[in-house]
């Protein structure tokens, strides 16, 4: 079944945080890339990570052929980390409907980009239309942040240890 995440959780998930997505082929090879923000779907169970065509090709062929996703979130000005692993519910172009949501993540990521110095004028080169909307169902949620507790489950909202 898939984990419920948390509704801060969700938030977190959906600011301007860094997002890579991952993936392995057949073969065990792995392919990684950063992707273009998260939609937490309704009952926030599942999520829809979007993938740019252009530099995500080979993650999007790792998950064809796998149907397994990780995929990692972490808030540049304190590091917080979290990892999500999950199998693929769909994999399809991503609506032209969905293009002012990936707008508005790449913005609010150059933003968070600006606070460590990388000018927004050179983040927001970074390629972003046409994407891959890979829907993922949440199985796994860990914390990744430095410290001791990196790499504990986070457990499900409404659990004791949820944040």
């Not at 149907?67 to 199998?87: N, P, T, W, Y």
């Not at 933003?111 to 829907?135: E, F, T």
């Not at 990196?150 to 949820?162: K, W």
Request: proline share 6%; hydrophobic share 45%; net charge positive.
């Amino acid at each position: 079944m898939a984990q419920l995440v948390s509704t801060e959780v969700a938030e977190f998930m959906q600011s301007g945080v860094s997002v890579l997505v991952a993936s392995r082929d057949r073969q065990l090879f792995p392919a990684c890339c950063r992707a273009m923000g998260v939609r937490v779907e309704r009952g926030r169970r599942s999520l829809t990570v979007f993938v740019p065509e252009a530099t995500g090709a080979a993650v999007v062929d790792a998950i064809g052929a796998s149907g397994r996703v990780a995929v990692c979130f972490a808030r540049i000005e304190d590091h917080r980390s979290l990892q999500v692993k999950g199998s693929v519910a769909a994999l399809a172009r991503a609506a032209d409907e969905e293009r002012c949501f990936i707008e508005r993540y790449r913005g609010e990521w150059a933003r968070n980009l600006a606070v460590i110095g990388l000018p927004p004028r050179l983040s927001l080169r970074q390629n972003a239309w046409p994407c891959h909307a890979v829907r993922v169902r949440i199985e796994a949620l860990f914390v990744q942040t430095p410290g001791p507790g990196a790499g504990a489950p986070l457990l499900p909202a409404g659990s004791e240890r949820a944040t």
